[in-house]
């Protein structure tokens, strides 16, 4: 009986996974991942990948699916959880307050802010009940902030108008907000692209040696712009892209964002920069 979702790689993606699995690079489950769909490229049955793996077949099963449904790099990943199956120590809110401090002057005797020195504080500014040093380590990461390897500063200088303060600080409190599934707050962000083509064709590699040859001139193919929409509370993401970048094609993304990725949202809260066809006017 033929399987529902079969799996059939590349030479390039049958090489790639096999760097992983061999290199040692790559986490375990990449790796199992990895091994999963070379054993099913090969045709092996899902029992009989399951028991060569030590796994469970629903795993198997749930691996070939996603790599027939969303691709090879979708299937070597952990599927994004779209309500986090722990409420977090550090909401929207408090993980302000940690970026907040960790731009502050560093406390007396010290010349730098450290891990511990930043979850102590937390609890006696009574922000938390407890805090361990490596909760604030992921929220400091994801803002690009070391404040115990150089000196940081505000991101508000005083010479800003109110008008600037007063947006960022609308902007900041949408960012505190708890997660809501039926409120999602979605960022929003485009770029335009150059894709380009060859002006002549790639010499592939020989057996003799020769490595791959390609031409560093090349030719503009048309041009492309890319929507962004992420939610970040959900760890979801989506990209759109189109031919152009104007009014039209923005009110067609936020159709799409309604009516396709969230049609059951009592709400969506959009953050975007001030573009020209950013605006109800487009729509």
Known sequence: MAKLYPVKLTDAERTKLREMTTKGRAGAQSQRRARTLLLADEGRSDQGIAEALQVARTTVERTRRRCFEEGVEAALSRRPQRRPSKRPKLDGEKEAHLVA????????????????????????????????????????????LKPWLKPVQWCIPPEQSAAFVACLEDTLEVYTRAFDPARPQVCLDEKGLQPVADTRAPLPATAQGQRARKDFEYKRAGAANVFMLSEPL???????????????????????????????????????????????ASL
């Not at 560093?106 to 979850?119: C, F, I, K, V």
């Not at 993401?237 to 031919?243: I, K, T």
């Open 234 to 280: 959900a760890g979801v993401r989506h990209a759109l892209v189109h031919e152009r970048r104007t009014a039209r094609d923005f009110a067609r993304v936020i159709k799409t964002l309604c009516d396709e990725l969230y049609p059951q949202a009592g709400k969506i809260v959009l953050v975007m920069d001030q573009l020209n066809t950013h605006s109800t």
């Open 101 to 144: 401090l960790a731009c502050s002057p560093p406390p007396e005797g010290h010349s730098q802010w450290s891990l511990r020195l930043l979850a102590d504080r937390l609890v006696v500014l009574q922000i938390v009940e407890s805090c361990s040093h490596e909760t604030g380590r992921r929220p400091l990461e994801k803002n690009v």
